[in-house]
């Protein structure tokens, strides 16, 4: 059997393809690519960056022809102490071991929207529709993220003011600014409801952070207009498609800051 050469001209890498037709992810469809698993057009390709048209060309998976999956889109509480990942080099559980038959290798392939790190918990979603993805993590639609922190101690309103007003991260990143209120506090602890319209790495945890504060939870409650409501950890539901809608749908406040 023939290899394909490279092909002329422009388009969509085949990875990338598979990735975004909901077979697996970029890493597992180069792989399935450099194993001599694909084919486009009746020729093998073994190139991961092989450009393909994804409305003309025809491509081919273990002699099966590759069709868009249908489109799915998934909640998830997710629970402390897994990682947003699908596999973990030290064998910790990931995420996709909380989606049950969703989570399985040989199922649908869904990627996060974003991440929560290992200690976070709350919602999360997943979805094999890279375009609808792409828009709730663009800076620029304004999607805000809620998220209720509790930490090791009480801050005065100066440094509220300062976290609200957008701060410098580790000398190199600044911030935009956050809606910041205190829920409720105790005696030596107090819970913030922090709302962001961006997703730097570790964000919140680093912004507390040079406010000399410890995150002992965090929990995700929003996004957009979608609420994690009565979903318990570890469990997952299917969107509505208004719920799918309302996510991308323009809002009036999207050009103030947050």
Request: aromatic content about 4%.
């Amino acid at each position: 059997m023939k290899t394909a050469g490279k092909k002329a001209g422009t388009g969509v890498p085949l990875a990338r393809a598979l990735s975004k037709m909901g077979v697996a992810s970029r890493t597992v469809a180069s792989t399935l690519i450099l194993t001599g698993r694909v084919m486009v057009n009746g020729q093998v390709v073994r190139t991961p960056q092989h450009p393909v048209d994804m409305r003309r060309d025809r491509i081919f998976l273990d002699n099966q022809p590759v069709r868009p999956r249908t489109k799915v889109y998934l909640a998830l509480h997710k629970p402390p102490g897994v990682v947003t990942t699908r596999q973990d080099e030290k064998g910790r559980k990931t995420v996709y071991d909380a989606l049950g038959e969703w989570g399985k290798p040989d199922g649908q392939w869904l990627a996060p929207v974003g991440r929560l790190d290992r200690a976070s918990q709350g919602l999360l979603l997943f979805t094999n529709d890279t375009q609808w993805a792409n828009h709730l993590l663009s800076p620029e639609s304004h999607v805000a993220k809620v998220y209720h922190v509790q930490i090791d101690r009480h801050l005065d309103e100066p440094m509220l003011e300062r976290l609200r007003s957008g701060m410098l991260l580790d000398q190199e990143e600044q911030t935009r600014p956050a809606q910041v209120r205190v829920l409720r506090q105790g005696d030596k602890t107090q819970w913030l409801e922090i709302t962001l319209r961006e997703g730097l790495n570790r964000q919140i945890r680093r912004m507390l952070e040079v406010a000399g504060a410890e995150v002992l939870q965090l929990i995700r409650v929003a996004i957009g207009p979608l609420q994690l409501g009565e979903l318990k950890k570890g469990e997952c539901r299917l969107l509505s498609p208004a719920e799918v809608a309302a996510l991308t749908a323009p809002r009036a406040d999207s050009d103030r800051p947050a």
